[in-house]
C-alpha cells in the first residue's frame, strides 16, 4: 500500500480562535493557542510532508489561523515546498492588507465559513454578534482582490432549509465553490443537534440537484457525506468526476492537530497515542505503519455498509460509525437506505496494456486516486477488464 499518497492534508496550525462555534470539532477559543507549534517546528512538519506528497493540497486551518503572526511565513515555506495552498477561515477580521500578503505568499485560495443566510442564525451558531457581516465583508474583500474562494457551510437543524439561498448568496458573492459539511459529533459537536436519517438523505438529494442545476455557473460538493454518491450515481453523475469515491480518511486525506497529532480525517479525534505523533514517529511511519490507518484502507465496513451494492462507491462515514458506534468500521448509522442486493464480486479488474499507458499519462501525483477510483467504479459495476473503450466513456459521463 505504499502507492498510496496523500492528496488532501488538514492541518490544524492552532486551537486560538475569536469565536465559539457550536460545531468545532476542535473545540477551539481565545485562550487554546497556549501550545501551538512554533514557527520552525510548523516548519518541520511541513517539511516532513513533503516527504510524502509535496504535490498535496495542503488546507491550513485552526481555530482561526489567521491569528497566527507567522502565517505568511508558514504559507510562503509550504509554497515553495510545491504544495497548493488554502487557508480555511471564519474571516472575520480579514482585511484587503491580509489577502494581497496571502496571494504573495503563495495561498491559491481560501475556504470561509457561513452557516446563514440569516444574521441572527450564523451569529448565534458561532457565538459572537456581529460574525455575519464580518464574514459577509470578508468575502466582498476576497473577491475585490482576486483571491479565489468557497464557502463552508455546515447543515443543521436550524438552517437545513436554506441550501438553495446559501447557493445564491456564494454565486452573488463570487465563489467558485459552495461545500456542504455535515456534523459529526466530535469536540463541541457532541452537543448538536444531527439531522434524522430521512433529513439527511433529503438534504443529500437536494445538494444532488443542486450540483446538477447549477454546475455551469458553480460548484457544489458534499463533505463527510459519501453516500452522496449512492444519489449523484442515479441523479447527477458528474459528481463521481475524478472518482474519488466513499470514504477518503486514510486513503488519500489526513488531518494533523497543533500539537502533533495525526488523525485519518479531522473528525477522528486523536488518541492521545505517541505514536500517532510526530514528536515521536515519523509521519510517514504513521501514515504507512499506524494500525488505524492500515485498518481503514483494508478492512470492510461492518453491518449494512459492507453489505450494501453501494459499498465502493460509498462505504459510509467512518467518523460518524466511531463517534456514535464506537467503533470506526461499524456502520454508518446515519444512513437511512435499505440495500436492495448483495455487493457485486469484489474480484479486481484487470488492465488492459492500452488502458495502462492511457493511465500512466496522467499527472504521477494523481494517478494512484484516479486508478483506484476507477477499480472501485469496475467492481461496483462488475466490470471485469479496464479498456480505454471504457475509460472514455468515464471521461465523457464524469466531463462538467
Not at 23 to 47: K, N
Request: hydrophobic share 35%; charged share 30%; aromatic share 8%.
Amino acid at each position: 500500500m505504499h502507492t498510496v499518497k496523500p492528496y488532501l492534508i488538514s492541518y490544524n496550525l492552532t486551537r486560538r480562535c475569536n469565536l465559539k462555534c457550536r460545531h468545532c470539532y476542535l473545540d477551539a477559543g481565545e485562550l487554546e493557542g497556549r501550545f501551538d507549534m512554533s514557527t520552525e517546528e510548523v516548519v518541520s512538519v511541513i517539511d516532513s510532508i513533503a516527504e510524502l506528497n509535496p504535490s498535496a493540497m495542503l488546507i491550513l486551518t485552526g481555530g482561526e489561523p489567521l491569528l497566527r503572526d507567522d502565517i505568511f511565513q508558514i504559507v510562503s515555506h509550504a509554497s515553495g515546498r510545491g504544495f497548493t495552498v488554502f487557508i480555511g477561515t471564519n474571516g472575520t477580521g480579514l482585511s484587503a492588507h491580509m489577502v494581497r500578503r496571502l496571494k504573495e505568499s503563495g495561498a491559491k485560495g481560501v475556504g470561509i465559513s457561513l452557516d446563514s443566510v440569516r444574521e441572527e442564525v450564523h451569529d448565534e451558531f458561532r457565538g459572537v454578534r456581529g460574525a455575519w457581516r464580518e464574514t459577509m465583508r470578508a468575502m466582498d474583500i476576497l473577491n475585490q482582490e482576486g483571491m479565489p474562494f468557497q464557502v463552508q457551510f455546515s447543515v443543521t437543524e436550524e438552517n437545513k432549509g436554506e441550501l438553495k439561498d446559501m447557493l445564491h448568496l456564494a454565486l452573488q458573492k463570487g465563489a467558485t465553490a459552495l461545500n456542504i459539511f455535515f456534523l459529526v459529533c466530535t469536540g463541541r459537536g457532541e452537543k448538536s443537534t444531527d439531522l434524522s436519517p430521512s433529513e439527511y438523505e433529503a438534504v443529500i438529494t437536494e445538494i444532488a440537484e443542486l450540483s446538477r442545476d447549477y454546475e455551469d455557473r458553480i460548484m457544489v460538493r458534499s463533505r463527510c457525506a459519501p453516500h452522496i454518491f449512492r444519489v449523484a450515481d442515479r441523479i447527477n453523475p458528474s459528481l463521481l468526476k475524478g472518482l474519488t469515491s466513499g470514504c477518503i480518511a486514510a486513503k488519500g486525506y489526513m488531518r494533523i492537530t497543533p500539537d502533533g497529532y495525526v488523525t485519518p480525517c479531522p473528525y477522528i479525534p486523536e488518541d492521545g497515542s505517541e505514536d500517532m505523533n510526530i514528536k515521536h514517529r515519523s509521519i510517514r511511519d504513521i501514515w504507512y505503519g499506524s494500525e488505524l490507518f492500515q485498518r481503514l484502507r483494508s478492512a470492510e465496513p461492518g453491518g449494512k455498509c459492507g453489505g450494501c451494492e453501494y459499498s465502493e462507491l460509498c462505504g459510509g462515514c467512518r467518523a460518524r460509525a466511531l463517534a456514535l458506534k464506537g467503533d470506526i468500521m461499524a456502520e454508518d448509522p446515519m444512513c437511512g437506505y435499505t440495500p436492495q442486493e448483495s455487493p457485486r464480486q469484489r474480484t479486481k479488474p484487470v488492465w488492459t496494456q492500452s488502458a495502462l499507458e492511457r493511465l500512466n499519462r496522467i499527472p504521477f501525483f494523481i494517478r494512484p486516486m484516479i486508478k483506484e477510483g476507477i477499480e472501485r467504479y469496475a467492481r461496483m459495476k462488475g466490470i471485469r477488464e479496464i479498456t480505454p473503450e471504457l475509460l472514455s466513456e468515464l471521461k465523457k459521463r464524469f466531463r462538467r
